[in-house]
């Protein structure tokens, strides 16, 4: 009895150390082996968490967002090149980002499942690098956020290098070209107009200085097209679709709210990236494949331009090119307007653009700002 009651008395804790040590081990086990990965991304807060959300869905796969400016995602991805922290890049200022990753060795290629033959260039547009660095997911055209109550039509610039006239002083907003890829991508194209035509830079940079004289202030406070809609100014330089994003957040005035291209205005694509060096390469490919898939571009749509089943890049359904123009809502009408709008888009040399991109950034804090 002694000899039971003893083994008794020990079997009951010991069992449940075990169980608990089980318990533990498989706790620690699923928390190591839980897929994740990290995105870093300039594109709009909500629409992103819709895209991570959704994949996390199918997948399983947790994603952390990091949610900054172009500009400093660059910074950080430089920093932290030899021990990387994200997975994929995913960037909404433009097809420079992606010619600057490659460049400096940021990103590894990829080529997305179904993606085989996509071609590198489309008309003006290019697709994709040419090794596969990156792939574009998204397109958007660089332009001017006003208000229709206040401007009108017949007013608007006709061209960019129009900003600098003296009619504009104090009316004019724009991100602070330090944190924000959109504002320098404007500044790299507004001096590749004159470069590109076999003009002195210096021109360009006369034009910017008028521009700056009448900037009223940087957009701080939200996007440029929130000062536009306060009545605060005039104009406001913008990507579309982060003029669409905030547009469908207005509660009042946003039937106000428009958006303008001026002659030979930027049209790219937007680059989709794997990290170099990618903590979790695996999950990331599969990231990137599924943003190019029907059900996330279906996602995307609401605010940037996607490509359709022959090639097209086609606008999104509230773009308000298609408000200005009269024409239908309707996919294929999208998509005729976009090659209408490609056909007269700036014709680009992004690699003259990604090389002087962090150049004309410092030029325009130390010699132009003041």
Known sequence: ?????????????????????????????????????????????????????RFEELYGIEVEEVLEGTSWLLTRLRAEQNHPI???????????????????GLFAPYIPKNFENLPVQGGKLKLRDE?????????????????????PWDELPNAWPDLA????????????????GTATLFLVASLWRY?????P?????????????????????????????????????????????YRKKVKEGASDLSFYLPQESPILSDPLALVAQSPHPQEAKLFIDFVLSPAAQDIL?????????????????????LEAAGGSKDFNSRCLAGQILIKDALEMDFDWMAASFDRARVYWQNHVEE
Not at 212 to 227: D, I, T, V
Not at 301 to 321: E, V
Request: positive net charge.
């Open 1 to 53: 009895m002694t000899k039971a009651g003893n083994k008794k008395a020990f079997t009951f804790p010991f069992v449940a150390f075990v169980a608990f040590v089980a318990f533990s081990a498989s706790s620690c086990s699923s928390r190591q082996s839980k897929r994740k990965l990290v995105l870093y991304t300039d594109t709009p807060e909500s629409l992103t968490l819709e895209l991570t959300k």
């Open 86 to 104: 994200a997975d994929v890049f995913m960037g909404a200022s433009g097809t420079v980002p992606g010619v600057i990753g490659k460049r400096e």
């Open 131 to 151: 090794d596969w660095y990156w792939t574009g997911f998204g397109f958007a055209a660089l332009g001017l956020a006003y208000d229709k109550t206040r401007t």
């Open 165 to 180: 006239q003296p009619k504009w002083k104090g009316e004019l907003t724009i991100w602070d070209p330090s944190v924000s």
């Open 195 to 199: 470069v590109g035509q076999g003009r």
């Open 201 to 245: 830079e210096e021109e360009g940079w006369d034009n910017l200085r008028g521009f700056y004289r009448n900037l009223k202030k940087y957009a701080e406070e939200g996007p440029p097209a929130f000062s536009v809609s306060k009545g605060l100014v005039r104009l406001g330089v913008h990507l579309d679709n982060q003029f669409l994003y």
């Open 301 to 321: 749509s609401t605010t940037f331009w996607i490509r359709d089943a022959k090639g097209r890049a086609c606008l999104p359904a509230d773009h308000p090119y």
